[in-house]
């Protein structure tokens, strides 16, 4: 069936430094795939999707490139900021039977130290 | 502004007891999920409905029941069959079964 699978965490980046949370998944067909970001004590935020092999999602200095052939879709940020700290998850949409599911990665959690 | 809202924000269960979620949404969404939150296990869908008058079990549904008799409303009730109920619980929706789903603040839900 379909499944997310994220680097294990936690990770702990200083300022500035460059991040990687890698992402690989497994599904039928070409799911829509999608980044999301929790803060402590919320619900979870969109960060940024691909719908399509090729597209790169992109929003508030993250991006992340679907990559149908490695079967990836890696989270990478340049240069992090103390507020960026939180949980992400990677997750894919089903497609078929499974329409209109989500299926989650477990989350990383990422702190950034001044 | 639109969005969804989940109500209380913490709550408190007795043994025995069933206890209910609240999840509103005013974005016209039709589909609206359930999901459970443990430390390290990330999101496991308990229900879900993608039309009012219709819900289909999700991963962890024992112990779980929901309603959907208002497009905007999905109550979640946690019985007394689920032995285990503290968790972090998120209510979502979506207008569109291939896009993104919004997700309200959470629930947290503890034993006494």
């Known amino acids: 069936g379909d499944s997310v699978t994220q680097m294990e965490g936690p990770v702990t980046l200083s300022e500035e430094a460059f991040l990687t949370i890698n992402c690989t998944y497994t599904?039928?067909?070409?799911?829509?795939l999608f980044w999301y970001v929790q803060y402590p004590g919320e619900g979870l935020q969109l960060l940024l999707k691909?719908?399509?092999?090729?597209d790169k999602g992109s929003n508030k200095g993250f991006e992340a490139t679907y990559r149908k052939e490695t079967t990836s879709f890696h989270l990478e940020k340049g240069s992090v900021q103390v507020s960026d700290s939180a949980v992400y998850f990677c997750?894919?949409?089903?497609?078929?039977?499974?329409?209109?599911?989500?299926?989650f990665g477990r989350g990383t959690q990422l702190t950034v130290w001044p | 502004d639109g969005g969804i809202t989940q109500s209380p924000k913490y709550l408190f269960r007795k043994e025995g007891q069933n206890v209910t979620l609240s999840c509103e949404q005013n974005l016209n969404h039709d589909a609206m999920y359930w999901y459970r939150q443990d430390p390290g296990q990330g999101l496991r869908l308990i229900y879900y409905?993608?039309?009012?008058?219709?819900?289909q079990k999700g991963d962890i549904a024992e112990g779980y029941s929901v309603s959907r008799e208002k497009k905007e409303s999905f109550p979640l009730t946690v019985t007394s069959a689920q032995k285990n109920p503290t968790a972090f619980y998120l209510c979502?929706?979506?207008?569109?079964?291939?896009?993104?789903?919004?997700f309200g603040d959470g629930t947290r839900l503890s034993i006494l």
């Open positions: 979502a929706s979506t207008g569109a079964l291939n896009q993104p789903q919004h």
């Open positions: 691909a719908t399509k092999a090729d």
């Open positions: 409905s993608q039309i009012v008058n219709d819900f």
């Open positions: 997750a894919l949409s089903g497609r078929g039977s499974t329409l209109g599911r989500l299926y």
């Open positions: 599904a039928t067909g070409y799911p829509s």
